[in-house]
């Protein structure tokens, strides 16, 4: 049984820090890439970040970029989000996803696993 179980998300002030961590199960983590994905209330669910397998290579959304890395443990079948200098537009419900290549992607459509959610707020 394929599960992303994501955990880490919550209550945090602007320009604080959270990490949000994925385990993986279920299916080989190994040549895949990985991915966080959010989406506030009354929006799109928008790319994050993504790390190609086995971590070498990440990208990252626009309104991202500087503040949130993705680093992934391999051994432990774990992709992180590491988010600091948060933004009160940062709050939403960050989802984890996984595809079966080892190249990066950005779009939901190329991605076949995905977890139920965490919920992060950033208070102003």
């Known amino acids: 049984q394929v599960q992303l179980v994501e955990s880490g998300g919550g209550l945090v002030q602007a320009g604080g820090s959270l990490r949000l961590s994925c385990a993986a199960s279920?299916?080989?983590?190994?040549?895949?890439?990985m991915a966080w994905f959010r989406q506030a209330p009354g929006k799109e669910r928008e790319f994050v970040a993504a790390?190609?397998?086995?971590?070498?290579?990440?990208y990252y959304g626009d309104s991202v970029k500087g503040r949130f890395t993705i680093p992934r443990d391999n051994a432990k079948n774990t992709v992180y989000l590491q988010m600091n200098s948060l933004k009160p537009e940062d709050t939403a419900v960050y989802y984890c996803?996984?595809?079966?290549?080892?190249?990066?992607?950005?779009?939901?459509?190329?991605?076949?696993?995905w977890g139920q959610g965490t919920q992060v707020t950033v208070s102003s």
């Open positions: 279920g299916f080989t983590f190994s040549n895949c890439a």
């Open positions: 996803a996984a595809r079966p290549r080892i190249e990066i992607a950005t779009t939901r459509a190329e991605y076949l696993y």
């Open positions: 790390v190609a397998w086995p971590g070498s290579r990440a």
